[in-house]
């Protein structure tokens, strides 16, 4: 009898430390979760695993709401999710320049501050991607997967510090990035600002994809939609190039 009931306790021992090993594994999975989407990701776009800033260029053609009836061209100079100058001309108004560079931005040689300095920031984090991945990943929140009309996206979001932050929808299947939702403000008593942009159309370059098109918006109200023409990575810019 003490033998049959020793057995027995040797028996649920063994299945209790089965479903142990089983939850610890579980656990780990899920918290490595954020690490296997972010691989996906970059295995997906052939960038670097290094953390190191891509810088390349840009050339498109933009239409915007804002310039009824016209066709504008924008260039684009990014090194890395602080550093980024966009040229935008639209016929017979000039060429607006926005400069941003860390912590400070410039419209057309003024400098700028508070939410329109943040918007410039955000544009430079999102296009920064998927390379910033690597540099935010332990600050990485995994939302899981979301469905989005008939598709299914994997949310990530991380937080760029100073009421900023970037959300990232992927599509699993193919480890792109389809949409991304960047925000700033939402302290007590101040309103959060949000941007979203939309991507499609991605061609590798250099070693590289690219989205050749994107349609953003401001607070739910549609901005531009730009298709580029050209886009390319450059070993450096000038120092001057993100100088007003």
């Given amino acids: 009898m003490r ?15 089965a479903a142990l090993i089983v939850l610890v594994i579980a656990s780990g999975c899920a918290a490595r979760a954020p690490r296997s989407v972010v691989d996906r990701v970059l295995d997906a776009y052939g960038a670097p695993d290094s953390g190191e800033p891509a810088a390349f260029e840009q ?10 009836g016209l066709v504008g061209t924008v260039v684009r100079k990014s090194a890395g999710p602080s550093r980024l100058r966009v040229e935008t001309t639209f016929p017979g108004q000039g060429t ?13 040689g003024v400098e700028v501050a508070g939410p329109n300095l ?3 920031q955000l544009q430079a984090a999102r296009l920064a991607l998927p390379g910033l991945l690597t540099e935010r990943r332990a600050q990485l929140v995994d939302r899981g997967e979301v469905t989005s009309g008939v598709a299914r996206r994997h949310v990530l979001e991380m937080d760029l510090g100073h009421e900023r932050s970037l959300t990232l929808e992927i599509d699993p299947a193919t ?5 991304t939702i960047g925000r700033a403000g939402g302290a007590p008593g101040r309103l959060t600002i949000e941007f979203t942009t939309e991507y499609d159309e991605l061609r590798a370059v250099d070693g590289r994809l690219f989205p050749f098109y994107e349609c953003t918006t401001a607070m739910g ?3 531009a939609d730009i298709t580029f023409t050209s886009a390319a990575t450059v070993s450096a810019f000038p120092a001057s190039t993100f100088a007003p």
Wanted: proline share 4%.
């Fill in 59 to 68: 050339v498109g053609r933009i239409v915007s709401p804002m310039h009824p």
């Fill in 175 to 179: 480890g792109h990035i389809v949409r």
């Fill in 3 to 17: 033998g049959a009931v020793n057995r027995g306790r040797a028996r649920w021992l063994a299945e209790a430390l």
């Fill in 118 to 120: 943040a918007a410039m």
């Fill in 221 to 223: 109200r549609r901005t």
């Fill in 96 to 108: 607006e320049v926005r400069i941003v560079d860390g912590e400070r931005g410039w419209r057309d």
